[in-house]
């Protein structure tokens, strides 16, 4: 079967628009913001789950870059496993953060999100950098 | 379907002329690159050919966003920017399915008229109207919308720079097929 018909365009795919969901959340956070503050809130509370929001986004950001130096490097673009391991993920992340941003869910399923969506590909991804460049494994 | 042989020719003077002054710069001989006599090195890019391939996958989510966008926000918009709008969705979309035929073409085939063709268009064209886009914020730019068009600039950026790399090594590598017409 060849990888490169198939399973390399839908992952970047799949991949983009996990990114372009990520960086949406970006500028329209407030309404989740509000989704998990009391209904009279001081500016203070605001401000703490705000940053903490973004500080979770920003996270985010840096594991995607993990991520798409793997993938665009070469070490695992034609991994089936790693391609098929990242599909999945990033396709229940987005759309998991569509239904976050839809439905107005609180901030504390943003990082359920993350732990699951996130953090699993880029840790694959990391032991597959370690195993290519470091160990000189072959990429396959 | 191929460019016209008039416009070919122009693109192949404007790169060898105007783009890269090829009487500063040493032409390389096949001994000193150290290949074989008989070898010719590879003029294709392989980051170009696959910033090409990405962005023709990326091309539909990209448009479909940016229409559904411009629906949504089309009777807030004022008078002007209606128009201006929609002219620029529709410019932008012939210029990118042009724009990446050309890529492919003068990529993959060597050709130097298509892949400086396929420059010009990105960077004087196709940047402009994606900052545009992007930074005047009178057009009431969506999340959504900031987002895809951050993923086209990147992708445009990187053609920009890795086309323009390409275009030099073609240029260098290849002698130009327009010779002058002398006794006719």
Not at chain 1, 98 to 112: G, I, L, R
Not at chain 2, 129 to 153: K, S, T, W
């Amino acid at each position: 079967m060849s990888a490169v018909s198939s399973l390399v365009p839908a992952r970047f795919l799949t991949l983009i628009a996990h990114l372009v969901i990520v960086i949406t959340i970006f500028w329209s956070r407030e309404n989740n913001v509000k989704a998990c503050l009391p209904l009279d809130f001081t500016q203070e509370q605001y401000d703490t789950e705000d940053k903490k929001l973004v500080v979770g986004l920003g996270v985010t950001l840096g594991l995607f870059a993990i991520e798409l130096t793997g993938f665009f490097s070469g070490v695992s673009m034609f991994n089936s496993s790693q391609s098929l391991l990242s599909l999945a993920a990033h396709c229940c992340a987005s759309v998991s953060l569509s239904f976050f941003v839809f439905e107005k869910w609180e901030c504390w399923t943003y990082w359920v999100i993350f732990a699951c969506c996130s953090v699993v590909p880029a840790f694959v991804e990391i032991l597959l950098l370690i195993a290519v460049v470091g160990l000189k494994k072959k990429p396959l | 379907m191929e460019l016209p042989e008039t416009i070919r020719k122009r693109l192949d003077d404007f790169s060898r002329n105007i783009l890269f002054d090829q009487s500063r710069i040493v032409t390389f001989t096949e001994e000193n690159d150290g290949f074989l006599p008989h070898e010719k090195p590879v003029l294709s890019s392989l980051q170009l050919q696959m910033s090409l391939y990405f962005n023709m996958w990326f091309f539909p989510c990209w448009w479909i966003s940016e229409t559904v966008m411009l629906h949504l926000k089309y009777p807030a918009l004022p008078e002007y920017y209606k128009f201006i709008l929609v002219t620029i969705l529709l410019l932008m979309t012939l210029i990118e399915a042009i724009r990446l035929y050309l890529g492919y073409a003068g990529n993959l085939q060597e050709k130097v008229p298509e892949l400086a063709g396929f420059w010009l268009l990105t960077t004087l064209l196709q940047l402009p109207l994606i900052l545009f886009q992007l930074f005047n914020e009178a057009i009431l730019i969506q999340p959504l919308e900031r987002g895809v068009h951050i993923v086209l600039i990147v992708f445009i950026l990187i053609q920009a720079a890795s086309g323009f790399a390409a275009l030099r090594n073609m240029v260098r590598h290849t002698g130009s097929q327009f010779h002058l017409q002398q006794f006719d």
